[in-house]
């Protein structure tokens, strides 16, 4: 079992910049594909960036591309999403999202454990 805790949404202004953590608890965390999800209002929710379990592996979706990174630290079970030059449309709640594989994917069917959310909002 995993529980995970996202943290760090907020309110910024277009072109700024946030950074989301997501602390996971137990043992087996490097054995984990991790991902972040994200879901505005109305819509699906839309795969947003995922790195498998040394991190060295990172993916990320055409629009965060460029502007957000995904990072990993096994020591102390987190991962996090950079987010830079933040748009409008990046509003959402983000997800924290993992998998016991070795594989990444970007449906979120295939994630089996997931954290409550954090809400980030960028102002225009």
């Known amino acids: 079992q995993v529980q995970l805790v996202e943290s760090g949404g907020g309110l910024v202004q277009a072109g700024g910049s946030l950074r989301l953590s997501c602390a996971a608890s137990?043992?087996?965390?490097?054995?984990?594909?991790m991902a972040w999800f994200r879901q505005a209002p109305g819509k699906e929710r839309e795969f947003v960036a995922a790195t498998t379990w040394s991190g060295d592996s990172t993916y990320y979706a055409d629009s965060v591309k460029g502007r957000f990174t995904i990072s990993r630290d096994n020591g102390k079970n987190t991962v996090d999403l950079q987010m830079s030059s933040l748009k409008p449309e990046d509003t959402a709640v983000y997800y924290c999202?993992?998998?016991?594989?070795?594989?990444?994917?970007?449906?979120?069917?295939?994630?089996?454990?997931w954290g409550r959310g954090t809400q980030v909002t960028v102002s225009s």
């Open positions: 999202a993992a998998v016991r594989t070795w594989r990444w994917s970007s449906t979120s069917s295939e994630y089996d454990y």
């Open positions: 137990g043992r087996t965390f490097s054995r984990y594909t």
